[in-house]
């Protein structure tokens, strides 16, 4: 099973039989932004405008009170995601350690650079951590995230550590590489540096034009006919049982298009994932900071805006990258039976 696409829906049957019949549910997954302070500056940010504002972090006591409340309701795992650096927030691994003993999975996207900070605790308690590293090089790596070229033997030297010191094959590690025409020459310098440390797999997708593109650094012209052949050579000569090359068409496809490429009716990302941020909100469209609340509503209150809203979203303004546009498409062909007759759904 592709470990980033959404096949697990197959373990929250009953998620789905509650979509069916129109019910409110809380969601499995929340994904928080700890702060919207970053020691890193990609040149393509898509939080770059939520960083200019005054530094703001997360209340940590109403954090943890939320994240309690959530688990009783059903809240399954959180993810450490958002405007900022997560393990720049002071309280990171005190609240690891919290999220920990409510019993919730927990993974991160990082940049890496301060993980030997929280070493124990993320071995300890994380089912993932990916690092967005978008270089092979130190020279490239310096250029695209606006840092010093030391960072990424010290990012690497984390990496390495981590590898090295779990338990079981947890947490999986994964290398995110994110592609723009700028560092496109470096992606298979950067699967081979990837493989050969041993982290389960690489994950490659496009540059989004939004955010910082176009401002700090020009507009992805990047296309499918450039970026599917360097894939496909890195696949050949590094994808082996134990490390995975992922790459999803649709996404570069859709980011070519300026539109989502992929078809359904609605927008159900929000009874799986909700994203929370520093200042409280409870979003159910990331793209767009769509609320259905705040940390300090009542949970059912929150499940009940979310089931309000799904029907109500103007899928015409998704934004071509949504993580969440493969989700909606699979729910969508399982609650309407006709719409999976393309993809021979009874083993044909």
């Known amino acids: 099973m592709d470990i980033l696409g959404f096949e697990k829906l197959i373990y929250h049957v009953d998620r789905i039989d509650r979509l069916r019949r129109g019910e409110a549910q809380f969601p499995v997954h929340a994904t928080l932004s700890l702060g919207n302070y970053c020691n890193h500056r990609c040149l393509w940010c898509t939080a770059y405008e939520y960083q200019q504002d005054k530094a703001l972090l997360a209340d940590y006591d109403a954090f943890v009170t939320w994240l309690t409340q959530a688990a009783e309701r059903g809240l399954k795992a959180v993810g450490y995601v ?29 940049n890496g650079y ?4 929280y070493m124990d605790d993320v071995l300890a308690a994380f089912t993932y951590v990916r690092i967005s590293l978008d270089a092979g090089s130190p020279a490239v790596h310096a250029a695209m995230h606006d840092v010093p070229e030391s960072h990424f033997p010290r990012i690497m030297d984390n990496v390495r550590a981590m ?15 994110a592609t723009h025409h700028r560092n496109l020459d470096d992606l298979l310098a950067s699967a081979e540096m990837a493989a050969e440390i041993g ?9 989004f034009n939004r955010g910082s593109v176009g401002e700090r650094i020009d507009k992805n012209n990047l296309t499918f006919e450039d970026m599917t052949p360097v894939v496909a050579e890195a696949r050949r000569r590094f994808e082996r049982p134990d490390f995975q090359i992922y790459y999803r068409p649709h996404q570069i496809l859709s980011e070519a298009a300026d539109r989502n490429v992929l078809q ?3 927008c159900v990302a929000g009874f799986f994932n909700v994203n929370v941020y520093e200042d409280g909100a409870v979003v159910y469209c990331g793209p767009h900071r769509i609320a259905v609340g705040t940390i300090h509503d009542a949970p059912e209150v929150i499940e009940q805006n979310a089931r309000d809203l799904c029907d109500r979203l103007d ?20 609650l309407n039976p006709d719409r999976a007759a393309p993809y021979h759904p009874n083993f044909l």
């Open 114 to 117: 301060l993980l030997d900070r």
């Open 163 to 177: 590898v090295a010191g779990r338990k079981n094959g947890l947490p999986t590690v994964g290398i995110q590489y």
């Open 315 to 334: 899928l015409s303004k998704c934004p071509g990258g949504c993580r969440y546009h493969a989700l909606n498409h699979l729910v969508d062909t399982v």
């Open 199 to 207: 982290v389960d797999y690489f994950s490659v997708k496009p540059v």
């Open 82 to 110: 958002g405007n900022g650096e997560p393990t720049a927030y002071p309280k990171f691994g005190q609240l690891v350690r919290a999220v920990r003993g409510l019993g919730l999975d927990q993974g991160m996207f990082t």
């Open 264 to 266: 359904y009716d609605r």
